[in-house]
């Protein structure tokens, strides 16, 4: 009958749709690019040379621009902010959405970056890159926990694992941590073969001996940022540290930029232009006739900005800083010799602290203007009577646009900072909010705070 003629039919139809499909499967690579869906410009393996320069960048980019410098930088009343969000943060308003970009080009481009290339040169048996990699970790991870105190590291990056809510390391396991991968640095970078070599790298070139120095001198910042805690023996082992680490200007570690990859407070400042230089700051180097103003101020004349005053009209940042190929520094031999003259004159050492204080404006002088200025050096630096102030607010001065002044003003109090017209704190804050990805994503571990709480060794 008809039913029975169109189930037939419709069974012949079904039979025949299903070998037309298989046909079809069974003889779709011979015409379909099976690489159709994948992004040339996103590889799924990237080699070192390649890897290396975009974690140097990040780091210098991240950690010593817009997201970090510039607000800290604020605080210590070296910038001013006038507007916008600059504007907010002047008046030590921070929040948790602020950092987000901080937090999480921490933990992508610098650290997960840094351990997969660690792990390409273990499998290489890449001893020189492996250092290379352990001196950035622990230099990001030195910056990152003086901003932010306990942060997730020896619990992360095991997403395969399927640990996506990583528990918090203390800070004291952090600065831990941070030691133990300088130590095993410096034994990797020393082996006197590679079967590699450094390849791609834009701060030192593939120098191994001057990352060694890196190294050192980024023992003997954190060695010393133990003061509060270890006393004496912070001293004592920052200077043991030093004297391993950068012998003159030529070693400095700092990241290039140029006109295709623009620094980072160039960009801002073209894009957004709501900071000025600090009235602080100003006052501090014009008291002194200091030859670095014409190269940390655009305009000297305008002066500073006083804090919180929303001063559009004073100077914005110099070439020093803000040029499009301003490198960043993460460190410099400046740094290095204030921490000994610090680490001298705390242990009662005077004629080395003297020594090692004199050579450390010398050198930012030097780096920052070209020239040695010699005759205002004698004037007004050689011979000084130090104090512990005297060499903090030299230092200060030394490392604008970088992250050591905050971290600095916290351990020692100096300089002595008033608080900001219209501030929204008694207090100037000593601590960074942890990223709302973070509270988002994994608040059953994020502790709580607030800015104005101490870190681990700011008690």
């Known amino acids: 009958n008809n039913i029975m003629k169109r189930n037939i039919y419709n ?9 037309i499909l298989v046909i079809f499967l069974s003889s779709c690579d011979k015409w379909i690019d099976t690489e159709i869906n994948i992004d040339p410009d996103s590889p799924a393996d990237v080699p070192m040379n390649l890897l290396l320069p975009s974690i140097e960048q990040s780091i210098g980019y991240n950690m010593l621009g817009n997201n970090a410098v510039r607000t800290n930088n604020i605080w210590m009343q070296l910038f001013d902010g006038v507007d916008r969000q600059s504007f907010t943060e ?9 950092v ?40 990001t991870l030195g910056m990152g926990t003086d901003l932010f105190g306990d942060m997730p ?36 970078l020393g082996a006197a073969n590679d079967p590699v070599g450094i390849g791609g790298d834009v701060i030192y070139n593939g120098n191994a001996g001057k990352w060694i120095k890196a190294a050192g001198s980024i023992k003997a910042r954190h060695k ?4 509060k805690v270890n006393g004496n023996t912070a001293y004592t082992e920052a200077l043991a540290a030093a004297n391993t680490g950068f012998t003159s200007n030529a070693d400095d570690f700092e990241v290039p930029f140029e006109s295709a990859n623009q620094n980072p407070i160039f ?21 002194q006739d200091d030859p670095r103003i014409p190269f940390y101020f655009d305009d000297p004349a305008s002066g500073g900005s006083a804090p919180g005053s929303e001063n559009g009209n004073a100077s914005l940042p110099g070439n020093y800083n803000a040029s499009e190929d301003s490198p960043t520094v993460l460190m410099s031999y400046a740094e290095l010799k204030f921490i000994q003259a610090e680490c001298y004159f705390m242990l009662g050492q005077s004629a080395n602290a003297q020594t090692a204080f004199e050579a450390a404006v010398a050198a930012s002088v030097l780096r920052v203007t070209g020239s040695a200025n010699t005759a205002w050096l004698a004037a007004n630096i050689n011979g000084t009577a130090l104090t512990l102030q005297k060499i903090i607010e030299q230092k200060y001065i030394a490392l604008y646009s970088t992250n050591q002044p905050y971290a600095d003003w916290r351990r020692t109090g100096f300089p002595v900072l008033g608080l900001a017209d219209g501030a929204k704190l008694n207090e100037i804050p000593r601590r ?28």
Request: net charge negative; hydrophobic share 45%.
């Open 224 to 227: 010393l940022q133990l003061s």
């Open 11 to 19: 069974i012949f139809k079904s039979v025949g749709l299903v070998i």
């Open 432 to 459: 960074f909010p942890y990223a709302q990805s973070e509270i988002t994503y994994n608040g059953a571990n994020v502790p709580a705070v607030v800015i104005t709480d101490r870190l681990w060794w700011d008690n």
């Open 100 to 139: 987000n970009n901080l937090w999480n080009s921490m933990y992508t481009g610098m650290f997960m970056d840094a351990k997969v290339f660690i792990n390409k040169a273990e499998a290489e048996e890449s001893l020189h890159n492996s250092g290379v990699g352990k001196v950035l970790i622990a230099t």
């Open 153 to 188: 590291f020896s619990d992360a990056f095991r997403g395969g694992e399927n640990v996506l809510t990583p528990a918090f390391d203390s800070q004291q396991e952090i600065y831990a941590t941070i030691f133990r991968y300088l130590d095993e640095a410096v034994t990797e």
């Open 267 to 287: 960009q801002f400042v073209e894009q957004r232009g709501d900071i000025r230089m600090g009235k602080t700051l100003y006052d501090m180097m014009e008291a």
């Open 90 to 98: 002047a008046r030590y308003q921070l929040t948790p959405a602020d």
